[in-house]
T-cell receptor, first 110, second 116 residues
Framework: KQEVTQIPAALSVPEGENLVLNCSFTDSAIYNLQWFRQDPGKGLTSLLLIQSSQREQTSGRLNASLDKSSGRSTLYIAASQPGDSATYLCAVKGNTPLVFGKGTRLSVIA | GAGVSQSPSNKVTEKGKDVELRCDPISGHTALYWYRQSLGQGLEFLIYFQGNSAPDKSGLPSDRFSAERTGGSVSTLTIQRTQQEDSAVYLC??????????????FGPGTRLTVT
């Protein structure tokens, strides 16, 4: 059974810092991995989708990497801003629909 | 274009009542998913529809839960005889015909269900 773990559970950084969020998964037989952002009381916003054949994806200040063999992904956020404050969720898709981690709650302090 | 929409946004119901939650996927998306997000439990998969295939119901927690998708578009999640442990945010997502195995999932804003 696929399990997804996100570390750290919470993170607080000063504005302008670069930061890395970690995601690990137990079954490397995945089709894709998706990073989401969730603001309090809101739904999920898709940030990046990495197919199993890809190593990384970039969107603006965000860069996500995937090492399928080791069961790891990282989300790199450059030059963090207070507006980046949210919960970031990692989810993997194998032979079942998405399996989610419990998220990293990020606070960027101005 | 329009995203995934869900209604109602909030629902408060008494224990034992039935509730229906609605999801309108993105037009043209053939795959539709329901998830539940509970405090301390994270997001869990409930049910998945792909085109005209039989739905994958493997995530439904009990036989009080059911869902249907009419005309390959709108979906309704029904919870019968609601219990307090059903209180959660119910999220719907859809993905493009690019294939369930590769498709990026887009989520609606969710329905917050509170069972009193």
């Amino acid at each position: 059974k696929q399990e997804v773990t996100q570390i750290p559970a919470a993170l607080s950084v000063p504005e302008g810092e670069n930061l890395v969020l970690n995601c690990s998964f137990t079954d490397s037989a995945i089709y894709n991995l998706q990073w989401f952002r969730q603001d309090p009381g809101k739904g999920l916003t898709s940030l990046l989708l990495i197919q199993s054949s890809q190593r990384e994806q970039t969107s603006g200040r965000l860069n996500a990497s995937l090492d399928k063999s080791s069961g790891r992904s990282t989300l790199y956020i450059a030059a963090s801003q207070p507006g980046d404050s949210a919960t970031y969720l990692c989810a993997v898709k194998g032979n079942t629909p998405l399996v989610f981690g419990k998220g990293t709650r990020l606070s960027v302090i101005a | 274009g329009a995203g995934v929409s869900q209604s109602p946004s909030n629902k408060v119901t008494e224990k034992g009542k039935d509730v229906e939650l609605r999801c309108d996927p993105i037009s043209g998306h053939t795959a539709l998913y329901w998830y539940r997000q509970s405090l301390g439990q994270g997001l869990e998969f409930l049910i998945y529809f792909q085109g005209n295939s039989a739905p994958d119901k493997s995530g439904l927690p009990s036989d009080r839960f059911s869902a249907e998708r009419t005309g390959g578009s709108v979906s309704t999640l029904t919870i019968q005889r609601t219990q307090q442990e059903d209180s959660a945010v119910y999220l719907c997502a859809s993905s493009s015909p690019g294939g369930v195995q590769a498709g990026e999932q887009y989520f609606g804003p969710g329905t917050r269900l509170t069972v009193t």
